[in-house]
């Protein structure tokens, strides 16, 4: 089982642009959820993913969006990307029991 | 409001001597706590639940619900513990979250 897999794993970007992140979940996992973790702080909830529909919002803004396929594997796209935006996105599945958080997507904007 | 908070961002011992990790939580409704951990170059891995009451790699953490705390202790620390340690809450509320602390860095001195 190859647990939750994440790309790319590193990714460099201007401020302006927008960056898609991918994630597959855990086989046997239904539900994906997205958290930011910027230096030196602990992972913050951006959002969870369940039937392909966005079950809750952390205080993120709209710019951050995502999506999730029938597959159950998962996208989170920014836009208008910002210096701020520079962080570790992780990707967590789930299902009755706890979660399995991936490596991560390390996201530089410069 | 649901907040964790870890008041140590660093703690250094020296190896065999005791280890206590702290965590404090803000929640209205019945606590679910877990302690996480990010070994040098891996991901974010489970470490213990409150509710499995176990024991993993010698640490232990009892819920107290009078001083709203969870903290995380080994009676003899080992190099092999140094490692970042995340205390976070889980809430069930639509979604399953994971609300974190910011994280202590614990470095076991030989």
């Known amino acids: 089982d190859a647990g939750v897999t994440q790309s790319p794993t590193h990714l460099i970007k201007t401020r302006g642009q927008q960056v898609t992140l991918r994630c597959s979940p855990k086989?046997?996992?239904?539900?994906v959820s997205w958290y930011q973790q910027a230096l030196g702080q602990g992972p913050q909830f951006i959002f969870q993913?369940?039937?392909?529909?966005?079950?809750q919002r952390g205080n993120f803004p709209d710019r951050f969006s995502g999506h999730q396929f029938p597959n159950y594997s998962s996208e989170l796209n920014v836009n208008a990307l910002l210096l701020g935006d520079s962080a570790l996105y992780l990707c967590?599945?789930?299902?009755?029991?706890?979660?399995?958080f991936g490596s991560g997507t390390r996201l530089t904007v410069v | 409001a649901q907040r964790v908070t870890q008041p140590e961002k660093l703690l250094s011992v020296f190896k065999g001597a005791p280890v206590e990790l702290k965590c404090n939580y803000s929640y209205s409704g019945s606590p679910e706590l877990f302690w996480y951990v990010q070994y040098s170059r891996q991901r974010l891995q489970l470490l213990l639940r409150?509710?499995s009451r176990e024991s993993i790699k010698g640490f232990t953490a009892d819920l107290n619900k009078g001083e709203t705390s969870f903290h995380l202790k080994k009676p003899f620390a080992q190099e092999e513990d140094s490692a970042m340690y995340y205390c976070?809450?889980?809430?069930?509320?639509?979604?399953?979250?994971?609300?974190f602390g910011q994280g202590t860095r614990l470095t076991i001195n030989p």
């Open positions: 086989s046997g996992h239904d539900t």
């Open positions: 409150h509710i």
């Open positions: 967590a599945s789930s299902s009755y029991y706890g979660y399995t």
């Open positions: 976070a809450l889980y809430i069930i509320q639509g979604a399953q979250k994971l609300v």
């Open positions: 993913y369940y039937e392909e529909e966005e079950r």
